[in-house]
């Protein structure tokens, strides 16, 4: 029945030219304007120079700026998910399995909500985290940390769901290994593969949001970009075929690490039956394939008694 409801070769090809069509189209279409002269029409790569030139810096510190921001922003966002959002996840699923259809619902929650109202409803918060913390980019953290809950939290789940948490817990548990250690050292490295996307996943939405920070008023690439796009619009098509290659680079290293896991998964099953094979006993050819009762029985010779005359 799969088989028959699989598609053919030929509409596979199809699928994979349309959707790989629609996602190159558009990147050739920029990278050709970053390539191109606005006054002669001719490819060069002047563009792509003058983001090195002293002579433009003044136009592009902006861009720097929002950059080095974004970047920040986005190790602080990883370090939310990976810190808090990750052990919450492996609490509710051990201690309060109960709760965890309540705690996926205000998970996924966010991603129903429009940026706008959420930055209406974060805006007297940021206000007093103003007056606390500073009015620096790193603190969109916390707003970043609630827009990537759902992607985040369902890559880890997925990565969880496929283990069997509580046997894994209780084994680790009674080798007398701490909490600690068995978050760190027995559920981790499962999870590794959840984990690697959901990061994956808040570096894309870092990279890529503009709403929330364009309307608290924190600079990061996006709303930089824009800036600077009044001055120099060449600049900030270079800086967004950048950041999709850096996203693009990403997605690559999970699948690698990914690809590895499986690799090593495969490696040593194969040396695991190899070694079952080993220790099997060595069966005899001339009778390993002769049926039990059909086996021949030798006859110990009787000894005869002696009888005393």
Known sequence: MTAGIAPGRATRWLI??????????????????TLRDIATGELTGAHWAGLVDPANA???????????NSLLLAVVTVGIVLILLTP???????????????FEFVALLPISIPAIVLVVGLAPIYLQIGRTLGTGAWTLAFAYGITVLPFAYRAIQASLDALDLRTL????RSLGASWIDVV?????PNLRQGLLA?????VAVVLGEFTIASL??????????????????VAPAIFTLLALGLVFLLLLALGFAAGGRRSDARRKKARATEARAKEAPAHDPETKNVPAGDMPVEEEPLKEEKVSS
């Open 16 to 33: 994979g030219v349309v959707v790989g069509g629609a996602f190159l189209v558009p990147l050739v279409g920029t990278l050709l304007y």
């Open 58 to 68: 003044a136009t592009l510190r902006p861009i720097w700026t929002g950059l080095g």
């Open 88 to 102: 919450t996840i492996i609490l509710v699923n051990l201690r309060f399995p109960a709760l965890r259809r309540g």
């Open 169 to 172: 817990t209780e084994a680790a």
């Open 184 to 188: 760190l050292r027995v559920l981790v």
């Open 198 to 202: 959901a990061s994956l996943i808040s």
């Open 216 to 233: 608290l008023n924190r600079q990061v690439l996006q709303t930089a970009m824009v800036v600077v796009q009044k001055q120099d619009p």
